[in-house]
RNA sequence: GCUCUUGUAGCUCAGUGGUAGAGCACUCCCUUGGUAAGGGAGAGGCCACGCGUUCAAUCCGCGUCAAGAGCACCA
């Protein structure tokens, strides 16, 4: 006979004995009235389940609750399918279709015959606080999946039986259903509506169907769900933090550049935004020098002939700025390698010259579709700190090692420290024998690998060429940008004439590195005033420090200070206008300036500065008051730190 | 490029079918004041652009351009 009992470990590892097959929510109610009440799902063996899933063997579980991660991640797949019913409810015609959980929320995907407005997103949340207060059961239901299918084309939710349909047929499917509503889902979900407390709908915005842009657009609804208002909160509070850090605002306040309709996707630096890409462009400079590269300049616009022989004439000829003149057409380039290539073809090259680095701050251009563009993030003209390193195969694995411990040595200079490292590996359609690719991955690992950082790969999203390193950072929202790169290319450099001249008298083309380490410097300086949050490093403020009067009196005394401050290289403007002196250091303040210096009589007399420092919290504190000399050193001090 | 939203003074934003308003900034005057906004006066706008509807359009409709959010794209 065979014993109906079942043995439940629980996570402090104490054993729960029922003489039958239990519940998730029967073993929650064994343990305590309050458990049961909290419970929202239960991970049996590392599976998460609904608290309804019935256990008939021994097993290890483990009750989800909104304590867990994994009960607010419930939570927010089950707000999705609360969205979903409330639409229904409201509009009827309204077609379903997916609805998953994000970062910090969730949205759904509908289809109908207008986009929903900001108004019915208001109806929409009261509805859904409507159905959550009704504490409606959510439960669950298998079917065979042509069953499903037949359900779903039965209540005329096509977009539901597509999804279904590409199930394979001996699959069963899960639905749930919450009063009137009834979705295909994996699950689990929370048992009943009244556990959602804690949500708000964010926004609309359009969405292709199966994220192909030849695909109809649905809407999507986004939305946010915690499990305590607190969280909520802060989380919106956040937002509203983060949206002073934008480097769109931060750019206006500290006229840093501006951007207008005559050039979208271009920008107008002005004279503080400059100086501070001076100073990335300097460092870099520092940066080719110092790692064996030869700066080097090509020109913007190349003949259509060489365009033809890279493929962009044919395949990305949308994506370029074209001209012509007498009756030749140009293209404005869209990136540096094949100037690069022609740079190196200009001679005959021994093996014994490479590896051959080449670096340029090179000007692109691309004609990015309107919709992608962002600030100073994603543009249509841009410089990109681009290096080609020309190599044989044996030397990619110690240019990758050393361009990776150089690319996480600048990134932390420039006060870094979030960055997501990716590894794009081969494509489908791709050139070259399998062997080299297993290599040049396998190179790329080991640059990684010698650094010990961790990273994430991408399989398929390398280019054609060869594969890459990503390396992303991201926005103030949170939103991830690539910036630093390093491919590995087996083909660009044989196509366009490169070779070189082996041991053995043969020509060969050589292996092209393509790198860059900020990437674009107009996206990394974005980047840049975010993640400082406008409170840029002293060695990249525009303005170091700001010497100011308090009265007349000590005009010419600023003067002397600042003349001296100059003589030291240090980036300083003196305020001897007549306001007040708490209302300039409001100003400088709003400014985010280093270093502001409040000289009145008791300094004059002295010959001594008094400093005030910002604090980085929007304020700033003095600094005991000292000599000239001793501030002089401390500033140049710490600008040689980078701090 | 697609969906939605937006475009009014240098900036941030009100507002109305009868050609516009605030705060800050700007100019001038008074004020010489020790750590986040002293007081007064003044100047400043083709209400993104084009075409319609209307006696009359910044406001309503259509189109264009640009920006914002998301999607798609990012060789």
Redesign the pocket.
């Known amino acids: 006979m065979v014993s109906n009992s079942v043995s439940i470990t629980l996570p402090d590892q104490s054993v729960r004995q029922f003489d039958h097959p239990v519940s998730v929510a029967e073993v929650a109610a064994s343990i305590g009235a309050g458990l049961a009440k909290a419970a929202l799902a239960g991970k049996v063996d590392g599976k998460l389940v609904d608290t309804s899933h019935v256990i008939s063997q021994d097993a290890a579980l483990a009750i989800v609750t909104d304590k867990d991660a994994d009960g607010l991640e419930v939570i927010r797949h089950s707000t999705a399918h609360l969205l979903a019913y409330a639409v229904k409810e409201l509009f009827p015609d309204a077609q379903v279709t997916i609805g998953p959980t ?1 970062d910090n929320g969730f ?1 759904y995907d509908f289809s109908y015959k ?5 108004e019915d997103l208001v109806a929409i949340e009261k509805k859904m606080g409507e159905l959550a207060k009704q504490d409606i059961p959510v439960t669950r239901k298998v079917l065979p999946r042509d069953e499903a299918v037949k359900y779903f084309k039965g209540i005329g939710e096509a977009y539901k039986a597509e999804i279904i349909e590409s199930i394979p047929a001996d699959q069963a499917v899960s639905l749930y259903t919450e009063g009137a509503f009834t979705d295909l889902c994996r699950g689990p979900h929370v048992p009943s509506t009244g556990k959602l407390k804690v949500f708000k709908l ?7 169907w199966r ?4 695909n ?2 649905l ?2 609804i ?1 939305g946010t769900a915690w499990t305590k208002k607190e969280d909520q909160e802060a989380y919106l509070n956040m937002l509203e933090e983060a949206e002073k850090r ?1 480097h ?2 931060l750019g ?2 500290l006229d840093l550049f ?5 050039a ?2 271009m920008v107008f630096w002005h004279p503080k935004g400059w100086s501070i890409w001076q100073q990335v462009e300097q460092y870099l400079r520092k940066v080719y020098v110092d790692n064996g590269y030869q700066e080097i300049r090509c020109p913007q616009i190349l003949d259509r002939s060489l365009w033809e022989k ?3 004439w044919d ?2 000829q949308d ?2 700025f074209t001209t012509q003149s007498e009756k030749h057409d140009y293209g404005i380039k ?2 540096n390698c094949p100037g690069h290539v022609l740079v190196f073809n200009s001679d005959l090259r021994s093996y014994r010259d490479l590896p051959l680095r080449y670096g340029e701050f090179g000007s ?1 251009h ?10 100073i993030m ?1 543009v249509r003209g841009f410089v990109q700190d681009d290096g080609h390193i020309f190599c044989t195969e044996e030397q990619i694995q110690s240019e990758c090692t050393n361009f990776n411990q150089l690319a996480l040595a600048v990134y932390k200079d420039f006060g870094f420290k979030d960055i997501a490292i990716k590894i794009a590996l081969r494509p489908d359609k791709c050139v070259g024998s399998d062997e080299t690719w297993d290599r040049a991955e396998e190179a790329l690992r080991n640059a990684l690998r010698a650094c010990a950082v961790a990273w994430e790969e991408l399989p398929g ?1 390398g ?3 060869g594969p890459k390193i990503e390396y992303h950072m991201k926005d103030s ?1 949170g ?1 991830s940008w ?1 910036c630093g ?1 390093m ?1 590995v290319d087996y083909n660009t450099a044989g196509r366009l004439g490169g070779e070189y001249v082996d041991q053995h008298s043969n020509r060969v083309a050589p292996v092209m590195l393509h790198r860059a380490i900020v990437g674009s410097l107009e996206r990394f300086i974005g980047i840049l005033i975010e993640n400082h949050a406008g409170s840029l490093p002293l060695w990249l403020a525009p303005l170091q420090v700001v010497a100011m ?6 005009a010419a005394y600023v003067t002397e200070v600042v003349n001296a401050l100059k003589a030291a290289g240090i980036r300083v403007h003196a305020d001897l ?7 300039k ?3 400088y ?2 400014q985010k300036i280093p270093y ?1 210096l ?8 002295a010959g001594t500065v ?1 400093a ?1 420092v ?2 980085g ?6 600094l005991p ?1 000292m000599s000239l000399n001793e501030f002089i050193s401390r500033v140049k001090d710490e600008i040689a730190a980078k701090k």
């Open positions: 994000i949205y207008r986009a929903f407005t900001p964010m926004k609309v915005a359009g969405a292709y994220g192909d842009s030849k109809e657009m809407t999507r986004y934008d769109r605002k206006k306040l501006h951007m207008q309709e005559e979208p996707g890279t493929g962009h395949n990305y994506n370029m869209p990136m692109c691309r004609n990015e579709p309107s919709g992608a563009l962002h600030g994603r999203e280019a054609f060429y929202i939103r690539q790169t491919q009067n308090v009265t007349e009196n000590q206008r007549n306001e007040k002196i708490s209302y250091i409001r100003e303040s709003v502001l409040v000289l009145g009589d008791k300094e004059k007399e008094t005030r910002r604090d919290k929007g304020g700033g504190e003095n008051t």
